[in-house]
């Protein structure tokens, strides 16, 4: 006997079939046991099995939980004047080098305490858990300095599980460089102390960085690849953002899990990608945040076979958002995602940037039972409303979250 049926549903298993690439199954049941899917099934087939409860979905249209794979959601205050000032004219590249962007937030977060970055952050977490959201990223790098680094990490770690939501963090080691502090000094800090205390204490599960032309270059960003490898933490990188810096080879060349915005990304750096099985993550709301025109190369993604996955990168400067249904249907409108790539993007790809394909993202037996049903008629409505507010039940290893 399982521990619970879920029936009279459809379910998107975002296990490809032939002629069939999210792997749906109409009319389905989900047999669910110690917080694990067992079966997956027409219903019919699964008329004979028994289980402690049994819950009719409704006809609801059911996926895996939603994972948001790159977020920046800890941080101090926010930044609603920078808004103005875009609004005005001034562009992101302009405010960052008149003292404003990522640095003004870390001025933020070094003043605020640890319970102060908690409460804001658990706000946000609970408003995307309500869009579908059952396992999110959340990367530190607004702190700077080894203190707050681990600061903003042991916050993301107190968050983990708060409504069902398993919380992966990051050390974003290379975002900003603080004022008044030399380049070469800070990069080998970062490489010598900051990595080291964040994989002896196990605050994150990765090592991100930022190479723009406003951020770090490939050798700074290399130096923090070389040394996070070192401690045996996988590599993310944001990158080819606002102008093409070449970072996906780069992060290619170190197997990284993942590479991020990728607006400017060109052929060469998608080959790269794919032969290293690195997830390209779009971020939609960034763009849409900075009103960029330069859209990623979807086209080359798709003709190269790179996993592509979709996320908020909820942060205070280039995308306060805390929905990331509405992300998905900037995925559709502004990049010309389809509404299965967006689905794909958001659970069976972004597991996969998180390194944790073999647990979740797809609804198989031995995956953990995070799942969404949705009050739907069909499927594409999840990237053809503008901000979906959530879907109508989730449910986090088998039981109502
Ligand atoms: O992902 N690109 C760099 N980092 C963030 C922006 C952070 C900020 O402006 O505070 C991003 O867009
Ligand atoms: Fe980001």
Redesign the pocket.
Known sequence: MWERLLTDCHVATMVPQPGNPLGIIENAAIGIDDGKIVRVAKRTELAGFRAAQVTALGGAWVTPGLIDC?T?LV?GGN?SEEHAMRRAGAT?EEI?EAGG??VS?VAKTRAASEEALLASARRRLEALAKSGVTTIEVKS??GLDVETELKMLRVAKSLDGHKGVTVVPTL?AL??LPPGVDRRDYVDRVAKETIPAVARERLANSVDA?L?GI?FTRDEVEKIFTAAQAVGLPVRL?AE??SNQQGAALAAKHKALSA??LEHLDEAGVKAMAASGTVAVL?PA?YYCLRDTTPPPVDLLRKHKVPIAVAT?C?????PTLSLPLVMNMGCTLFGLTPEEVVAGTTVHAARALGLAHDRGALAPGKRADLCAWNVENLAELGYWIGLPGPDRRIVAGADA
């Open positions: 790159h920046h941080f930044r992101y960052a962007g990522i937030s790098g607004y974003l975002h900003a930022y723009e951020a944001h953002q606002l991020d915005h971020l960034a990168d942060n205070p400067g280039t995308s």
